[in-house]
């Protein structure tokens, strides 16, 4: 979890592979880059088993590219299609069990803090719906409330999409999908409202449309979790596959989605205000 994890011995590196080579010389560790900077550098992802077209695959590389310091961060993952490719990226990844992702990420950053008094690490959480709002809600409303200082991302594709299309928690009021036929029969969950009453610092709502905003949105979120306490980002990422999207059609998906209902929102502490008033990010 630092730089020097990616140094080889003296000699050794020309036996090396290839990918592993590129990543240490041409990686971003250690080094500031911008959203325009992408394909000039060794990602930390560039191969995933995600669906054609996926949204959310789409958001995780961008999310990634916005780690401002990928080399101190920690990622925390559970059952769902985002963790098909986070399990992937050249990044340490934590694969917690359904139901508490946020209590294993309380965990290692209180650990991290204490092992590493002096240096930064950034843990991030990031799963689905089904993870964060249903299975793990309440690991998640606890770290918000005991103000727990990593990031949360939802990736809300608003269906159980890895396990067959059973509603989730955050799926529209009315919406039928393969394994609800008969239409959900309660409201989608206000995870932005519950996360306004349990005083996290920086919250934010968006979709896929906007690669600088979702870069920009991500980086906050990161650093000022780092400082003043939780931040929350829920991302609209849409299973194309349960909701019948054709792939070419997921970005005009999201363009109306974001128009109808899930346009960009931010909302942040008097503190989380001053942080980034003083230039840190």
């Given at each position: 979890m630092a730089l020097r994890t990616l140094q080889v011995s003296p000699g050794?590196?020309?036996?090396?592979?290839?990918?592993?080579?590129?990543?240490?010389?041409k990686g971003p560790f250690g080094r500031k880059l911008k959203l325009s900077d992408?394909?000039?550098?060794?990602?930390?992802?560039?191969?995933?088993?995600?669906?054609?077209?996926?949204?959310?695959?789409?958001?995780?590389?961008?999310?990634?590219?916005?780690?401002?310091?990928?080399?101190?961060?920690?990622?925390l993952g559970t059952a769902g299609c985002?963790?098909?490719?986070?399990?992937?990226?050249?990044?340490?990844?934590?694969?917690?069990?359904?139901?508490?992702t946020n209590g294993v990420a309380t965990g290692i950053k209180r650990g991290l803090a204490l092992r590493?008094?002096?240096?930064?690490?950034?843990?991030?959480v990031m799963a689905g719906d089904g993870g964060l709002a249903d299975i793990g809600f309440s690991q998640v409303l606890h770290g918000w409330f005991r103000q727990e200082k990593f990031t949360t991302v939802m990736l809300d594709n608003e269906v159980y999409g890895n396990t067959g299309g059973q509603e989730s928690g955050m799926t529209k009021r009315g919406e039928v999908v393969k394994m609800a036929p008969v239409?959900?029969?309660?409201?989608?969950?206000?995870?932005?409202?519950?996360?306004?009453?349990?005083?996290?610092?920086?919250?934010?709502r968006l979709t896929p449309t906007n690669p600088s905003r979702i870069v920009s949105t991500i980086r906050k979120a990161v650093l000022i979790a780092r400082e003043v306490g939780p931040t929350y980002v829920q991302a609209y990422t849409s299973c194309n596959i349960e909701y019948a999207i054709p792939p070419q059609q997921v970005m005009e998906d999201?363009?109306?989605?974001?128009?109808?209902?899930?346009?960009?929102?931010e909302v942040m502490s008097e503190e989380a205000k001053a942080f980034l008033g003083g230039g840190e990010v």
């Open positions: 050794f590196m020309r036996f090396m592979p290839k990918e592993y080579q590129d990543l240490v010389e992408l394909g000039t550098y060794k990602e930390l992802l560039e191969e995933h088993p995600m669906c054609e077209g996926c949204a959310m695959a789409f958001f995780i590389r961008l999310a990634l590219t916005a780690l401002p310091a990928p080399e101190h961060t920690v990622i985002g963790r098909l490719s986070l399990s992937q990226a050249a990044i340490p990844f934590v694969y917690g069990n359904y139901c508490d590493f008094p002096d240096q930064p690490k950034d843990v991030v239409g959900k029969k309660f409201d989608k969950i206000d995870m932005i409202g519950l996360a306004k009453t349990a005083g996290v610092a920086y919250i934010a999201a363009r109306r989605v974001e128009k109808e209902r899930y346009g960009f929102l």
